[in-house]
């Protein structure tokens, strides 16, 4: 039986699966973007159009800054409009679509955690799926479908991870699964909710250790440490690494168990990421692909950490997340006093322009 899912790994696999994927399109290509500029990347698509592809890409613009939409966004989508492809501001309707995703002659689908610029190829550590399964290709496809004409998605395949619609309650029941052991990579670590999961599954004895970027925009040192000390003070082998910027969204569960299973998308463990974004992730199972995981974990875990300055300050609540509640901590001596409860902002959309984050 052939494969049904591969995985991608940045900046391990660089750009030959997604290359490969596009030049081999005879019919049509649908992109969900975030930021797209990469010239491979811009020339298989011109390519494809050239040879009656027909290429569409929908693509991230409100929550850019001016100087990001002028820099940044509209000279790739005027090269590529100038080649022919249909290019569309994504709806106003979510915060931020951050989604990354394409669908190729509606067999082929690819679901990332990187963008399509220069620096996710070399420079992130990141993960993409490479998906033939009808059912997922063709939700995939349907929320594209949706997204491009402005009207409500209804997704329901088990397998598929979507901000707004389901992303926080699929997550957080891939960790309370768990019965051994979490890997998990994110880029951001704000989330009350599915950090106060990996806290109780750590409290009734499975192995959980997480991975954080170090985010040193809005000036701070870094806008993790909230979330990194929610963890550590719960049990959680929780740090922060910088051998690669820490762009990825991954959790692995029980590799080498029968309950192991993998997500892999766009989402970051934050309330505008899970309640506000569009958002696309997949979850899978093949063995291939966790062993592969799992050593990669491993590998990256070995490399050196940094000092995570402790931040006590609580995490609160997503908006109406009334069952999200402060984790448990252990008592510590000598324990730093927690900070008071900042006021509550107005969530932003976070650009590459605040140094540290790259989404």
């Known amino acids: 039986m052939p494969a049904t899912h591969t995985l991608i790994v940045e900046p ?11 030049n081999a399109a005879t019919k049509s290509i649908d992109l969900t973007i975030y930021e797209i500029s990469d010239p491979q ?10 040879r009656k592809v027909a290429v569409r890409v929908l ?14 966004i509209t000279p790739a989508i005027q090269k590529l409009t100038s ?26 689908g690819i679901v990332m955690s990187f963008n399509l610029t220069a620096e996710y190829f070399g420079t992130t550590r990141d993960f993409g799926i490479v998906t033939t399964v009808p059912a997922e290709v063709a939700e995939i496809e349907a ?39 979490l890997d998990i990579y994110c880029e951001e670590a704000e989330d ?45 082998d929780a740090v922060c690494k910088t051998f690669l ?14 309950n192991a299973q993998a997500y892999i998308g766009s989402e970051n463990f934050s309330c505008v990421s899970l309640t506000k974004n569009r958002e696309c992730g997949i979850i899978v199972t093949e063995s291939a692909i966790l062993d592969r995981l799992n050593t990669t974990y491993a590998s990256d875990w070995a490399k050196p950490s940094v000092t995570v300055t402790p931040d006590t300050t609580p995490l609160t609540p ?8 402060a984790p448990a901590q252990a008592k510590k001596k000598g324990g730093t006093k927690p900070k008071p409860k900042p006021k509550p902002t107005k969530a932003k959309a976070k650009t590459k322009t605040q140094k540290g984050k790259r989404r």
């Open 245 to 258: 910027y820490i762009h990825a969204k991954m959790a692995l569960a029980d590799c080498g168990t029968s």
């Open 318 to 325: 997503c908006s109406g997340d009334a069952t999200a509640t």
């Open 192 to 236: 009350l909710r599915t950090l106060g999961a990996m806290v109780a599954a750590a409290k009734r004895g499975v192995t959980v250790r997480f991975i954080a970027a170090v985010l040193s925009g809005e000036g701070k040192i870094n806008g993790n440490a909230r979330g990194v000390t929610t963890l550590q003070n719960g049990g959680v």
């Open 12 to 22: 391990d696999d660089g750009r030959a699966l997604v290359l490969q994927a596009l």
């Open 41 to 50: 990347i811009m020339l298989a698509l011109e390519a494809a159009q050239a």
């Open 143 to 181: 929320v594209f479908q949706a997204d491009w004409s402005g009207t409500p998605a209804t997704p329901n395949v088990a397998s598929l991870v979507w901000s707004p619609v389901n992303s926080s309650a699929k997550l957080t029941s891939l960790i309370a699964n768990a019965q051994k052991t």
């Open 83 to 108: 080649a022919g492809i249909q290019c569309r501001m994504a709806p106003r309707t979510f915060e931020v679509t951050h989604e990354k995703a394409f669908v190729i002659d509606g067999t082929t």
């Open 59 to 72: 693509y991230n613009w409100y929550s850019f800054t001016t100087r990001m939409q002028q820099t940044d």
